[in-house]
């Protein structure tokens, strides 16, 4: 099993565009860098910074229900924590959303953007050390075999984009479902990063949204279900030990002898 890091993504805000990454540093218990960082409340969630519970997504917008909300393309630039957001090319909100007038500023785009999709006013969350706004309580990387992805297109009969799936890696060298044996074994680099695959990610109407255009054109979770009786596609990997992993690298399967229980 030669398993290779095809591709890097990072969500800096949950339900936005990805951003590539080359390489990223993983810690121990943490999760994927840069990841799922904020969200945008849709109207009162009962979030509460201080004591910070997992909510359910539909809470945020997302695109399970907000389509549009692939038309944009955004970046956050960590230097001066901004988030910046295009349409059709063009920059239409920038925010820094370390502070008041920035948060507003981003809250003010979404009102204009999309006041029939908004159950009430719009407000960034940032999320608190040691929490993140994942789709899992134990969300801490996903991997996205992109072997899967292939055989789903001749399911559906069109081609299926990867980023679909909003995974954190990309992997290659693995059978179509083999992602699936993995789930409670432990994957190292050479680097020495250990990742424990806790669980299988059961997808949503998310997916059924193209990433490049917005439009909601496939039925992936029908699809699954129907192909394979489940609705999964990817998984979900603890960090053991941390370190950095980079496009290129390879996962080998640890002998159960040295995995972890």
């Known amino acids: 099993m030669n398993i290779r890091i095809a591709s890097l993504q990072r969500y800096p805000?949950?339900?936005?565009?990805?951003?590539?990454?080359?390489?990223?540093?993983?810690?121990?218990?943490?999760?994927?860098?840069?990841?799922?960082?904020?969200?945008?409340?849709?109207?009162?969630?009962g979030f509460d910074p201080q004591n910070p519970e997992h909510q359910p997504k539909i809470k945020f917008?997302?695109?399970?229900?907000?389509?549009?909300?692939?038309?944009?393309?955004?970046r956050y630039l960590d230097e001066s924590s901004t988030l910046v957001i295009e349409e059709g090319g063009r920059e239409v909100a920038r925010g820094d959303l370390s502070t008041r007038e920035g948060r507003l500023s981003i809250e003010a785009f979404f009102r204009r953007f999309m006041p029939g999709e908004l159950r009430g006013p719009p407000k960034v969350l940032a999320a608190p050390d040691g929490f993140r706004f994942t789709d899992s309580r134990k969300g801490f990387v996903s991997l996205i075999n992109l072997a899967s992805a292939?055989?789903?297109?001749?399911?559906?009969g069109a081609s299926v984009d990867p980023l679909r799936f909003r995974g954190n890696v990309h992997v290659e060298g693995l059978g179509p479902w083999e992602?699936?044996?993995?789930?409670?074994?432990?994957?190292?680099?050479?680097?020495?990063?250990?990742?424990?695959?806790?669980?299988?990610?059961?997808?949503?109407?998310?997916?059924?949204?193209?990433?490049?255009?917005?439009?909601r054109d496939l039925q992936i979770p029908r699809s699954l279900m129907q192909a394979?009786?489940?609705?999964?596609?990817?998984?979900?990997?603890e960090v053991l030990d941390g370190g950095t992993i980079a496009t290129g690298d390879t996962l080998a399967l640890e002998q159960p002898a040295l995995a972890l229980e």
């Open 61 to 74: 917008l997302m695109l399970m229900k907000n389509e549009s909300l692939a038309r944009l393309r955004t």
């Open 179 to 215: 992602e699936f044996d993995l789930v409670g074994k432990v994957l190292s680099t050479p680097s020495g990063v250990r990742l424990k695959v806790t669980k299988r990610i059961e997808r949503c109407a998310a997916t059924n949204v193209d990433p490049a255009t917005g439009i």
């Open 228 to 237: 394979y009786g489940h609705f999964d596609c990817g998984i979900y990997a």
């Open 150 to 156: 292939r055989a789903l297109e001749d399911v559906v």
């Open 13 to 45: 805000v949950k339900g936005l565009s990805p951003e590539p990454l080359d390489s990223a540093s993983l810690t121990k218990g943490g999760y994927f860098p840069g990841d799922r960082l904020f969200a945008v409340e849709n109207g009162p969630a």
